[in-house]
């Protein structure tokens, strides 16, 4: 059964910083790996997509990579803003299965 | 677009009773999944539809749940009977195909008293 962790389990950086969230996973036969924010009391905000085929996607200060035959994904957030502030969740797409990680909770300090 | 939409917000039953919940997915979107959250368990996948047949259904943890899909448009998940250890927040996503993103509804805040 696929395993996805995210450490750590929260952060907190002052404004301006750019920072690094870490995903990982036991089984690299994924179809597709997503990033997700939440903010609290609300649903899940789809960040970024990247298919097994592909090794990052970029959506303005977002970049997520993807490393299948170590078991890695990254999300790099550059020049964080107090706005980014959230817990960000990555999900693994196992053909058929879907696992998600614990998520990282951030907190950009103004 | 209107999102995801899901019905009730909110809701607070007692033990044994039927509670349902709506979806309706985004228009044009070929697969639509219930989850659940807890702050214990996270986030956990229940069951996802694809064409309005069910795909997986492994992560439905009781016959007491069951999921329907009559339409394109709308889906509910049934709880009969509720028991306390069913509250949480359950959500409801869809999107186009396995190859794009998941759009998540505002979720419903079930609790069971």
């Known amino acids: 059964k696929q395993e996805v962790t995210q450490i750590p389990a929260a952060l907190s950086v002052p404004e301006g910083e750019n920072l690094v969230l870490n995903c990982s996973f036991t089984?690299?036969?994924?179809?597709?790996l997503q990033w997700f924010r939440q903010d609290p009391g609300k649903g899940l905000t789809s960040l970024l997509l990247?298919?097994?085929?592909?090794r990052e996607q970029t959506s303005g200060r977002l970049n997520a990579s993807l490393d299948k035959s170590s078991g890695r994904s990254t999300l790099y957030i550059a020049a964080s803003q107090p706005g980014d502030s959230a817990t960000y969740l990555c999900?693994?797409?196992?053909?058929?299965?879907?696992?998600f990680g614990s998520g990282t909770k951030l907190n950009v300090k103004p | 677009d209107a999102g995801v939409i899901q019905s009730p917000r909110h809701e607070v039953t007692e033990m044994g009773q039927e509670v349902t919940l709506r979806c309706k997915p985004i228009?044009?979107?070929?697969?639509l999944f219930w989850y659940r959250q807890t702050m214990m368990r996270g986030l956990e996948l229940l069951i996802y539809?694809?064409?309005?047949?069910?795909?997986?259904d492994s992560g439905m943890p009781e016959d007491r749940f069951s999921a329907k899909m009559p339409n394109a448009s709308f889906s509910t998940l049934k709880i009969q009977p509720s028991e306390p250890r069913d509250s949480a927040v359950y959500f409801c996503?869809?999107?186009?195909?396995?190859?794009?993103?998941?759009?998540f509804g505002p979720g419903t805040r079930l609790t069971v008293t």
């Open positions: 996503a869809s999107s186009k195909s396995r190859e794009y993103e998941q759009y």
């Open positions: 089984d690299s036969a994924i179809y597709n």
């Open positions: 990247i298919q097994s085929s592909q």
């Open positions: 999900a693994a797409d196992n053909f058929n299965k879907f696992y």
């Open positions: 228009s044009g979107h070929d697969y």
């Open positions: 539809f694809n064409n309005n047949v069910p795909i997986d």
